[in-house]
């Protein structure tokens, strides 16, 4: 059994730990407070060729998911916002369109987004559609050979400023399908922005269509669960991975500052009580970074993973809350207020519960994959 990372699994991981120390950490702050696009970032994050990672050259560079996770733990150790932002549009924002997307489209929409240069969403949940998207109302209609969409979408990430939007609509009865809607399409409103506990710097919002015109469907009529089906646990690997990374950020602020911070004249670290935290925040971080690693390396070595993915998920998911709850207890009343990360960590990490699937959901699907 090897553990060890490649030399260049080494270097993705060093220049995106240096990325996320130099130019993202000390912006967190400030994005968390007056929530915005993380435009700037966006585009270098894009120069650094994260959003092509997973995508086959020439156009990506057919990267593996150890290497992508590995990015994707480092920018989150920088940011959850920012990193939530990038994996939307590297991994979701941007499958289905190269997946499937011809001709012109591949030049027009996909390159530019691979570069950053422009932003792509997807659009499944609805008001009344969460868990359940079986029950997603949004329709699309055939006329003239084209096909129009109407319907409403909540929570869709970076749509207040996104160029592109593939929408999951209904079809037929319990059938749904994808389409490709690009900006400025007729009847397209992004509606406002939902003011959010965390990750306030990858905005969400409401996205209406009305009589919609899509630009194309993307696949075959009626498979999009099945082709969603085929991402998902890519999805879960890589929001445990985004769990990872902000619950490291929390434990290393934990470890120093109990290591610095006095009481009853001696570190708070000497302390059997704190530094049992210490060991259960190790423990937690280390335990989800294996699951996680092995469920990514399933999937690079070809092997059904999606029992390994959603384990993997649920577990950094639940793990990285309690580190980043024990790590608020750790710094006392500094991780109670906002001059410290620890309170905006512990308000971005619960992200990683519901992205990707609940943990009751993983637990559902789980529990269906044990064999007695
Ligand atoms: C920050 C953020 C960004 C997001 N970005 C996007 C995006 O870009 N695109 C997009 O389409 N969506 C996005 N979502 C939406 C997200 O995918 C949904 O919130 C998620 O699928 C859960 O749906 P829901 O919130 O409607 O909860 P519901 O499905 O209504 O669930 C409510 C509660 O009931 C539980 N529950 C539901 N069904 C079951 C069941 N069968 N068994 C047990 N428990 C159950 C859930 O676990 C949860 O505790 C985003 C969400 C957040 C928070």
């Known amino acids: 059994m090897d553990f060890a990372l490649s030399e260049e699994q080494q270097a993705i991981q060093q220049t995106f730990r240096r990325f996320a120390d130099e130019a993202i950490a000390p912006q967190a702050k400030e994005l968390d407070e007056n929530p915005r696009f993380p435009a700037e970032l966006f585009k270098q994050v894009g120069e650094l060729g994260f959003f092509g990672m997973r995508y086959p050259e020439p156009e990506g560079s057919g990267l593996d998911v150890t290497s992508y996770i590995l990015a994707v733990e480092e920018l989150a150790r920088g940011s959850l916002a920012v990193a939530a932002a990038c994996t ?14 011809t001709g012109d489209l591949r030049e027009r929409l996909l390159l530019p987004a691979l570069r950053g240069e422009t932003i792509g969403t997807i659009c499944m949940t609805e008001p009344n559609a969460g868990s359940d998207l079986g029950s997603i109302a949004t329709r699309a209609v055939e006329k003239d050979g084209r096909y129009w969409l109407s319907g409403s979408k909540t929570w869709i990430t970076s749509a207040p400023v996104a160029d592109m939007f593939t929408v999951f609509a209904k079809t037929g009865d319990k059938k749904l399908s994808i389409f490709l809607v690009e900006k400025g399409a007729a009847g397209l409103e992004v509606g406002r922005s939902i003011d959010k506990l965390g990750v306030r710097a990858s905005l969400t919002s409401e996205v209406g269509f009305d009589d919609t015109p899509a630009t194309c469907l993307l696949g075959e009529l009626h498979q999009g669960m099945g082709y969603l089906r085929e991402i998902l646990a890519e999805i879960r690997v890589m929001t445990a991975a985004l769990a ?18 006095q009481q009853f004249g001696r570190p708070i670290n000497r302390f059997q009580l704190v530094s049992a935290h210490l060991a259960d925040m190790a423990v937690d971080l280390e335990a989800a970074r294996h699951l996680t690693s092995w469920a990514a390396w399933r999937s690079d070595q070809g092997l059904e993973n999606a029992h390994e993915a959603s384990m993997a998920k649920l577990f950094a998911s ?10 608020s207890r750790v710094l006392g009343s500094y991780g109670y207020s906002n001059d410290y990360p620890v309170g905006r960590y512990l308000r971005d990490v619960r992200f990683t519960l519901i992205g990707g699937g609940t943990s009751e959901i993983l637990r559902v699907n789980i529990a269906r994959g044990l064999k007695a």
């Open 244 to 261: 990872i990374g902000v619950a490291r950020a929390a434990y290393e602020q934990a470890l120093s500052y109990s290591a610095e911070r």
């Open 88 to 101: 939307m549009q590297s991994l979701m924002g941007t499958y289905f369109v190269h997946k499937f997307a």
């Open 318 to 327: 639940e793990a990285a809350t309690r580190v980043c709850d024990r790590a």
